[in-house]
T-cell receptor
């Protein structure tokens, strides 16, 4: 059973701080990794994708991938109250057939 | 451009009934996937269709079935509903033009199914 595990929340940070979200996966052959943001009552929205080891930055968001450790993380710099949401880590475990396996999500609350 | 559209937005059924959920992908997208999201959990993969052919199936019973039409829209059917089928059902579509674009899933707003 291919699994994706996320650090248990909820995570609470003050406005302006760095929020760090972590994720591990079990399928060593996975090649594609994603972070989705889901506001309460809404559908998931893709915020970052990463395919190679190292860091990928997009605005206030940085995704980090370490395939040897089977570890993916998301850093949110200068956190804003509008970042308060559930963050879902997802791994493509279906290869070209593209099947995403999601973690349970981490609820992030940014306090003003 | 319209995003992924799903209907209905909410649905209430009783145990044993059957339900059909509908999805229209983004124009030009040929792949449609279905996910089930139970409250407090991440979405779980149910089906993927590409060019009207099933390309993947998750760990769901045969009560769950789906199909894709020539216009790439899709239906998800669930028979003999159980209380545990209560969830948000998400449809997602993706394009197939290169790797980065290829692997971006666009989710619809979902259908909230309640089984009483």
């Amino acid at each position: 059973q291919k699994e994706v595990e996320q650090n248990s929340g909820p995570l609470s940070v003050p406005e302006g701080a760095i929020a760090s979200l972590n994720c591990t996966y079990s399928d060593r052959v996975s090649q594609s990794f994603f972070w989705y943001r889901q506001y309460s009552g809404k559908s998931p929205e893709l915020i970052m994708s990463i395919y190679s080891n190292g860091d990928k930055e997009d605005g206030r968001f940085t995704a980090q991938l370490n395939k040897a450790s089977q570890y993916v993380s998301l850093l949110i710099r200068d956190s804003q109250p509008s970042d308060s949401a559930t963050y879902l880590c997802a791994v493509n475990s279906g290869g070209s057939n593209y099947k995403l396996t999601f973690g349970k999500g981490t609820l992030l609350t940014v306090n003003p | 451009d319209a995003g992924v559209t799903q209907s209905p937005t909410h649905l209430i059924k009783t145990r044993g009934q059957q339900v059909t959920l509908r999805c229209s992908p983004i124009s030009g997208h040929k792949s449609v996937s279905w996910y089930q999201q139970v409250l407090g959990q991440g979405p779980q993969f149910i089906f993927q269709y590409y060019e009207k052919e099933e390309r993947g199936r998750g760990n769901f019973p045969d009560r769950f079935s789906a199909r894709q039409f020539p216009n790439y829209s899709s239906e998800l059917n669930v028979n003999a509903l159980l209380l545990g089928d209560s969830a948000l059902y998400l449809c997602a579509s993706r394009s197939d033009r290169g790797r980065t674009t290829n692997e971006k899933l666009f989710f619809g707003s979902g259908t909230q199914l309640s089984v009483l």
